[in-house]
């Protein structure tokens, strides 16, 4: 199921990132200790009374002449409106309503988005409650007051943003079908797959509009499967400050990855592999989604027997944190390959699901201790007792150990190799939660 986004938007200085980091802390710090991704601050996992979501800052302002700060403001806004299910809107008491606020109002309220209304900087909510009134003028809903310095408030208002959430068992819509993200930069070639793909077929049902966002995703069936591809390409945007460029595929890149259950990153073969391929392929491996890394505009250079080698060297350094990822050399031009590519998404996409039996997983296991020994520190060594898988989407084992600081990432990734060499498990990252064995289950 896909978890729901929520985007931050307002005036510059209002506290847009203080109030992020106080909402995203605490989580980030826990899923840092997977391996090789650099954490973009631009979007965070945020939990609340069970409901998880994705926080999403689409701020990073350019100082500038006012009416170049509303611009920004305004364009920030309308990514907000496109990716997210939610829109917090973030004002400052301090300041009272500003011209900006009204106008970014008056752009909320013509969506459809539900919109939730934060009155920042309340350090004192009994002197300054009366102020927050005054925010009833921008006709969005009830302002709710809150510090994000101080940390006040912060549980009213996220009741009030999970309230606005679809329920959750009106998401599980199409069951059946695979839902694809293709991602990657502006001009790789995104839009050329998709229209590749539907076009080669001629199996295109309709463009539906997408049920929960206003994304436009197709429709796909081939050989009795069906795909849906999720299309961010409507939410293409012009602009000339390359920063903002990045930002934007970005937060379309993380809307496109959280609903989908596979990736694939588009890589241009004139360019290489590139930083901002690395960060937008990081966002699929950290939601443990199926992966394919395609690299495309394959009939466009000029090839050698070492140019696919080379490529795929460069992959490997450059996307360490995910081997399992399969590489395909396409063309979204001449159609080279792109029919192969939708039978490895279905590979992928069973492999993301896989469930192993308890009793297979443990004679895997104790194989791999017997050839490998388990580290030792300081005379004691480590012990790993039992291992069950817990759940799929990305497969999540549960290793019951005698003392975890025992069991080195390098050890760790020894035992995860073992699993992929006697059960496939290729396309997907695989999870570890490591438990001692006296804690509860
Ligand atoms: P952004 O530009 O909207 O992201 O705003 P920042 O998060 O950078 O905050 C702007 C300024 O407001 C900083 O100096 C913050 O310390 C301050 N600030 C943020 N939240 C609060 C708050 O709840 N109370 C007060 N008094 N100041 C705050
Ligand atoms: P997007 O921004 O990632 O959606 O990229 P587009 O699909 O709009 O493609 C950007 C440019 O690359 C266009 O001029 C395409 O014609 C070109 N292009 C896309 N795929 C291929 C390919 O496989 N081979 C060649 N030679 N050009 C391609």
Redesign the pocket.
């Known amino acids: 199921m896909s978890k729901p986004i929520v985007a931050v938007v307002g005036r510059p200085n209002v506290g847009k990132s203080t109030l992020f980091n106080k909402l995203a802390g605490e989580r980030i710090s826990i899923v840092q200790d997977r391996p090789g991704v650099t954490r973009d601050r631009i979007y965070a996992d945020v939990e609340w009374l069970d409901r998880k979501f994705t926080l999403i800052d689409t701020g990073g302002m350019e100082p500038g002449a006012e009416d170049i700060i509303l611009k920004q403001i305004l364009q920030q806004a309308e990514i907000a409106i496109e990716t997210a299910d939610v829109i917090l809107f973030v004002c400052d008491i301090k300041q009272g309503v500003a011209d900006d606020d009204i106008q970014v109002a008056n752009m909320l309220r013509r969506t459809k988005k539900p919109v939730v209304l934060a009155v920042n900087k309340v350090d004192d909510m009994r002197r300054e409650n009366m102020d927050v009134y005054e925010f009833y003028s921008l006709a969005i809903g009830e302002p709710i007051p809150i510090s994000a310095g101080q940390m006040l408030g912060l549980g009213d208002l996220l009741d009030a943003v999970i309230s606005e959430f679809p329920p959750e068992e009106a998401e599980e819509e199409e069951e059946e079908a695979i839902k694809v993200a293709i991602i990657?930069k502006?001009?790789?070639?995104?839009?050329?797959l998709i229209n590749n793909i539907l076009g080669e077929e001629r199996l295109i049902v309709s463009n539906i509009p997408g049920t929960t966002r206003d994304a436009i995703d197709s429709p796909v069936e081939k050989d009795g499967q069906k795909f849906i591809f999720i299309d961010t390409?409507g939410m293409r945007r012009k602009s000339k400050i390359k920063e903002d460029i990045e930002r934007f595929s970005i937060i379309r890149a993380v809307a496109a990855v959280e609903r989908c259950d596979v990736a694939i990153l588009?890589i241009d073969a004139n360019e290489g592999i590139t930083d901002q391929d690395t960060k937008i392929a990081g966002i699929a491996h950290e939601r443990g989604k199926a992966a394919i890394i395609a690299v495309?505009?394959?009939?466009?250079i000029e090839k050698d027997d070492k140019t696919m080698n080379k490529f795929l060297k460069d992959i490997g350094n450059e996307l360490a944190y995910m081997p399992y990822a399969p590489r395909v050399f396409i063309?979204?031009?001449?159609g080279q390959r792109v029919n192969k590519m939708l039978e490895t998404i279905k590979t992928v996409h069973e492999n993301h699901a896989l469930r192993i039996s308890t009793g297979l997983l443990n004679d895997v296991l104790i194989e791999a201790m017997a050839m490998q020994q388990p580290p030792s520190d300081k005379g004691k060594q480590l012990r790993i007792y039992y291992v069950t898988q817990v759940s799929v989407k990305p497969p999540t084992f549960v290793l019951f150990v005698n003392d975890r600081q025992l069991l080195h990432f390098s050890y760790r990734r020894y035992i995860e190799n073992q699993f992929r060499e006697a059960f496939g498990f290729v396309g997907t990252p695989i999870h570890f939660i490591v438990r001692e064995r006296n804690e509860k289950n």
């Open positions: 990657g502006p001009n790789v070639g995104k839009s050329s390409a588009v495309n505009k394959w009939d466009s063309s979204a031009k001449t």
